[in-house]
């Protein structure tokens, strides 16, 4: 079985800018989470999508949003980059309902550097 | 809302000598646990986890961790590691409600060193 998949893995940007991160689940797996990763704040949720609804929602700016389709995968955006933004964005992927179990499954993630 | 402590930033261990990791956590209600490792340049790996059942659980890699409600720790242990086990662990919790993916909460990690 296929792990999660995140495009693209590197991006560099510009303060005011904005990007669109891509993470793929797993097959079959219909919640998609984000989490930023940086030296100082260490691992922080962003949000989680399930059925192409936000369910959960850390503390983050407005900037950060975000976006599930009908095949699971899952978009993050975030606008007028600052940078403080630069990091790595994690996207994990898990099963939900019943049979739910509480693990997330984590992609490679996406290093952003915001110059 | 839950919190997580991991007492060590960083650990240095010689080949084959055994090892923990500590990790404590706050929460007001039930929670499951759950241990990940980071390789350099990767994203995260599930080594263990503690839903429910017994405190003992063990994980991939040789690792265990043993669920201490009333110390409200879950610390890691391996009797003898490798060069190769050299990386970032992350301690996290969910709120085990069962009924979804909530977001977890993670340590700040603690960076174990292999030294030869």
């Known amino acids: 079985k296929a792990g999660v998949t995140q495009t693209p893995r590197y991006l560099i940007k510009t303060r005011g800018q904005q990007v669109t991160l891509s993470c793929s689940p797993i097959?079959?797996?219909?919640?998609v989470s984000w989490y930023q990763q940086t030296p100082g704040q260490g691992l922080q949720f962003l949000f989680e999508y399930f059925s192409e609804t936000q369910r959960n929602k850390g503390n983050f700016p407005g900037r950060f949003s975000g976006r599930q389709f009908s095949n699971s995968r899952s978009e993050m955006n975030v606008s007028t980059l600052e940078l403080g933004d630069s990091a790595l964005y994690l996207c994990a992927s898990s099963l939900r309902g019943t049979l739910f179990v509480g693990e997330q499954f984590f992609g490679p993630g996406t290093r952003l550097t915001v110059l | 809302a839950q919190s997580v402590t991991q007492l060590d930033s960083q650990v240095p261990v010689f080949e084959e000598a055994p090892v923990e990791l500590r990790c404590n956590y706050s929460s007001s209600v039930s929670v499951y646990l759950f241990w990940y490792v980071q390789y350099p340049n990767q994203g995260l790996q599930l080594l263990l986890k503690y839903l429910s059942g017994s405190t003992l659980v063990k994980g991939i890699n040789g690792f265990e961790a043993e669920f201490n409600k009333s110390q409200t720790s879950f610390h890691l242990r391996k009797p003898s590691v490798h060069i190769s086990d050299t990386a970032e662990y992350f301690c996290?919790?969910?709120?085990?409600?069962?009924?979804?993916?909530?977001?977890?909460?993670f340590g700040k990690g603690t960076h174990l060193i292999i030294q030869p």
């Open positions: 097959s079959g797996h219909r919640s």
């Open positions: 996290a919790v969910s709120r085990g409600s069962g009924g979804g993916a909530d977001g977890l909460t």
